[in-house]
Structure formats: C-alpha cells, structure tokens
C-alpha cells in the first residue's frame, strides 16, 4: 500500500466526506495578482472609509512613529485598536476580514517627523 493510499484510509476512518468538503472549501488568501492597494506608502494621519469589492481581508501596513492605529468593519463591528501614548508605535500591521458590501475604516494618526509611511491593501480571498 503507498503512502498516500495508506493516509487517506486513515482520513476516511476519522473524518467524514462532509467534513473534507467543509475544510475544503473554506477562504483562503488569493494570488498577489488579485490584491487591490489603495494607498501606497502615505505618510501622515489618515481616516479612510471604502466598501469591499469582494471577500476577503484588509490589511493595513503602518509605517514609523504611529500614535495610533483603528481598523473596523462597520457592518460586523469588527474591530482592532493598537495605541502608545508615550512611545509611538513602530510598523504595525492589522488586518479584519470581510464580505463583498462590507464598509470599512481606518483612522491613523502619526507622531510629527514620519518617515516611512502607511500601506492599505485588499486582500481577496479563494473559496468561501
């Protein structure tokens, strides 16, 4: 018996059919082809509000010397905050899932003398 025939009878002796279709066929990230950047590297305080073009995650990179960071799915409530009020944060990155129609927003604020700045993208997901 090859090992591969040899692991799948083990699967079928532990999991069901309909659980393999479950596991399946949950989302993962899509190809970096599919990813959409809405901003690039900005630098200074931001408050940014978008509707998702499809499922899938956001993903904001920060840059340097961030005070604070909020990122929401305003349809679940879904929410992250990071915030230092003595030292400034250095290149957090946050990310929330979403659905196709989700709203979202980002508020940002950065300490004066940033010098790398800020990425948000969208990251669409496969299956699901």
């Not at 090992?3 to 990230?29: H, R, V, W």
């Amino acid at each position: 018996m090859s090992l591969k025939a040899y692991l799948q009878a083990l699967l079928n002796l532990f999991i069901k059919k309909s659980e393999t279709e479950f596991i399946g066929a949950q989302a993962l990230p899509g190809s970096k082809s599919g990813i959409i950047t809405y901003y690039y590297q900005y630098k200074g305080d931001m408050i940014v509000t978008e509707v998702a073009p499809a499922n899938g995650w956001l993903n904001i990179i920060c840059g340097n010397l961030i005070k604070y960071v909020y990122l929401e799915n305003s349809n679940s409530y879904l929410t992250t905050r990071l915030e230092n009020l003595s030292d400034p944060l250095q290149w957090p990155q946050l990310f929330v899932p979403l659905k196709k129609g989700d709203s979202w927003r980002i508020e940002l604020g950065v300490r004066e003398g940033q010098t790398e700045g800020t990425t948000i993208k969208f990251i669409p997901s496969n299956g699901g």
